[in-house]
């Protein structure tokens, strides 16, 4: 018993007898279809330069080619043949591959100046905060220890003082 997998049945077009199937391209492409028919056909592959017979045969078989540039398959059968092809790709059309491509990531830009001085400013503003609010938590544990034990707190530190940008 022979098992024939025709897959979905939507991707099967049938094929009048004498019809030519075109594929334009722009480069070197591959042609690949699936035929299915009820008696002998001729499939005739053709590309700008020539004519070749593919195949010549009934039942079930599959044509394969490779052409540079736009091509065809020409069916010749009897009238009353039924042919049905299937393609394996949706759209056989190929892009040229001599265009230019614009793909490529532009490179990184070197960092401005303007912003690794905030970058540095931003940093010192966060050493300074961080040093001030150190220096308030240990003032308010010594404030809390004078107080658990019933002595006067130490008297505060003075803050810190930033020095001027300009000098």
């Known amino acids: 018993m022979e098992t024939f997998k025709l897959q979905s049945l939507s991707d099967w077009h049938r094929i009048e007898p004498g019809e030519t199937i075109s594929f334009p391209a722009n480069g070197s492409r591959t042609v690949r279809l699936a035929i ?3 008696g002998p056909v001729e499939v005739w592959a053709t590309d700008p330069q020539s004519e070749v017979l593919a195949a010549y045969q009934a039942g079930s078989f599959a044509v394969e080619f490779t052409a540079q540039g736009d091509a065809a398959l020409r069916f010749v059968a009897d009238d009353d043949t039924a042919i049905f092809a299937r393609g394996f790709a949706p759209d056989h059309r190929v892009a040229s591959r001599d265009l230019p491509s614009f793909t490529t990531i532009a490179p990184r830009s070197r960092r ?39 002595t006067a707190p130490p008297a505060p530190a003075p803050a810190p003082v930033a020095p001027a940008e300009g000098a």
Do not use: C, F, P, W
């Open 36 to 38: 299915i028919s009820n």
């Open 112 to 150: 401005n100046s303007d912003v690794d001085r905030m970058m540095m400013l931003m940093q010192h503003n966060e050493r300074q905060r961080e040093a001030t609010y150190q220096a308030n938590m240990r003032r308010m544990e010594a404030a809390l220890q004078a107080a658990k034990a019933g």
